[in-house]
Nanobody, 115 residues
Framework: QVQLVESGGGLAQAGGSLRISCLVS????????MGWYRQVPGKRRELVGF???????KYSDSVKGRFSISRDIPKNTLSLQMNDLKPEDTNVYYC?????????WGQGTRVTVSS
């Protein structure tokens, strides 16, 4: 059974940094894509960025230049480094992995940025 478990997150001040990680059951290479989404309750889940199985990252315009996605293959971990945080980055962040037409999700980790 595929499982994605996020860790990290928490509280940061505007301009600060946080790192969140996603531990994958099995190999990262099992996934066609892996990435991060975020969602405020009552709003649509928003793509933050993703990485292809070949390791190429893509980012949404709202985080480009501030956030970066990396992976540690031996540790089966995908990470999101968030720099220059803004209050509008406050969200619950979800790890996502796609295999074919199936999406897998983590339980979410909360990030709060104070001004």
């Amino acid at each position: 059974q595929v499982q994605l478990v996020e860790s990290g997150g928490g509280l940061a001040q505007a301009g600060g940094s946080l790192r969140i990680s996603c531990l994958v059951s099995g190999s990262i290479f099992n996934f066609d894509y892996m990435g991060w989404y975020r969602q405020v309750p009552g709003k649509r889940r928003e793509l933050v960025g993703f990485m292809t199985s070949g390791g190429t990252p893509k980012y949404s315009d709202s985080v480009k230049g501030r956030f970066s996605i990396s992976r540690d293959i031996p540790k089966n971990t995908l990470s999101l480094q968030m720099n220059d945080l803004k209050p509008e980055d406050t969200n619950v962040y979800y790890c996502n992995g796609r295999i074919g037409e199936t999406d897998y999700w983590g339980q979410g980790t909360r990030v709060t940025v104070s001004s």
